[in-house]
């Protein structure tokens, strides 16, 4: 089983609408929380990143990060075409020397 | 400009032959990373390295090898290309030990045929 797992997709929404992606993880140890956008043909970019649990918000972004679940979730409010892209979730901990664990990435499609 | 950088970008060759991708960061950031990213299974790191002539295995490290002489270049080779060595592959570099940023290249394209 993988360390940590993420909602498959694709997801297609039209404009506007509001976008939940999440993952999973089995490693306590995790402290740091990220979520990834990549566009096509290019290299992951990041988007949001937290420092254990709680919420964070910036912009139409929220990131959520629940630590007794294990289970951290993107949200994205009044969706974009221009926020069309892979969604990659990511994860790491001061044990394991800075090395970041990638879930699979969601493709998320918004149709204007 | 400042950033990472990836040379090729596009890169066909044979089963068999040496393949070097090239990684080249202009921050002097201490950690670099090597991943290749396939359909169903995201991202996986393949290499890392901690500092000049400090590297380790990530976990699928097999069939590459790895050196870091200066800071801002870390090379990748396939020692002997296989098919299942066709993938994009990224390099990415973080300042710091304990945060989460990783600045990723544009990728390489490898094709084995």
């Known amino acids: 089983q993988k360390e940590v797992e993420q909602d498959p997709g694709p997801l297609s929404v039209p404009e506007g609408a509001i976008v939940s992606l999440n993952c999973t993880y089995s490693n306590s140890a995790f402290q740091y929380f990220m979520w990834y956008r990549q566009y096509s043909r290019k290299g992951p970019e990041l988007l949001m990143y937290t420092y254990s649990s709680g919420n964070k918000e910036d912009g139409r972004f929220t990131a959520q990060v629940d630590k007794s679940s294990k289970y951290i979730s993107l949200f994205i409010r009044d969706s974009q075409p221009s926020d069309s892209a892979t969604y990659l979730c990511?994860?790491?901990?001061?044990?394991?020397?800075?090395?970041?664990?990638f879930g699979d990435g969601t493709t998320l499609t918004v149709k204007p | 400009d400042a950033g990472i950088t990836q040379s090729p970008r596009y890169k066909i060759t044979e089963t068999g032959r040496q393949v070097t991708l090239m990684c080249h960061q202009t921050?002097?950031?201490?950690?670099m990373f090597w991943y290749r990213q396939d359909l169903g299974h995201g991202l996986r790191l393949i290499y890392y390295?901690?500092?000049?002539?400090?590297?380790d295995k990530g976990e699928v490290s097999d069939g590459y090898v790895v050196s870091r002489s200066k800071t801002e270049n870390f090379p990748l080779t396939l020692e002997s290309a296989t098919r299942s060595q066709t993938s994009v592959y990224f390099c990415?570099?973080?300042?710091?030990?304990?945060?989460?940023?990783?600045?990723f290249g544009e990728g390489s394209r490898l094709t084995v045929l």
């Open positions: 921050w002097s950031h201490s950690y």
């Open positions: 990415a570099s973080k300042e710091w030990l304990n945060t989460g940023e990783l600045f």
């Open positions: 990511a994860m790491s901990a001061d044990t394991n020397a800075g090395k970041s664990t």
């Open positions: 390295s901690a500092a000049a002539d400090i590297t």
